[in-house]
Nanobody, 117 residues
Framework: VQLQASGGGLVQAGGSLRLSCAAS????????MGWYRQAPGKQRELVAH???????NYADSVKGRFTISRDNAKNTVYLQMSSLKPEDTAVYYC????????????WGKGTLVTVSS
């Protein structure tokens, strides 16, 4: 599975950005796609994920500000980020893992999101 992410960039605090991640290859019908982020000097953390059935999960720090969605026909996941804060600055990574096997887990190349104060 290959994951192609796009949409990062520089935005002022309070602004919005939308990340996209398209998956290609052998996509299992039951899967979870999501976004993680890693800020400098910190561990990678979950931002949000969504199952192929549409069940979502968010980190407490982004609830109410970020919305994850997906288009199963396009094997694409989106992350709409609003009310961005400087602490949201990080490299954002797209993730795919199969619902059939925990060992089938892929990461995309990161996309940098920088929020200026």
């Amino acid at each position: 599975v290959q994951l192609q992410a796009s949409g990062g960039g520089l935005v002022q605090a309070g602004g919005s950005l939308r990340l996209s991640c398209a998956a290609s290859g052998t996509i299992h019908s039951i899967n979870v796609m999501g976004w993680y982020r890693q800020a400098p000097g910190k561990q990678r953390e979950l931002v949000a994920h969504i199952t192929s059935g549409g069940i979502t999960n968010y980190a407490d720090s982004v609830k109410g500000r970020f919305t994850i969605s997906r288009d199963n026909a396009k094997n694409t996941v989106y992350l709409q980020m609003s009310s961005l804060k400087p602490e949201d600055t990080a490299v954002y990574y797209c993730n795919y893992h199969s619902g059939y096997s925990s060992t089938i887990n892929y990461w995309g190349k990161g996309t940098l999101v920088t929020v200026s104060s």
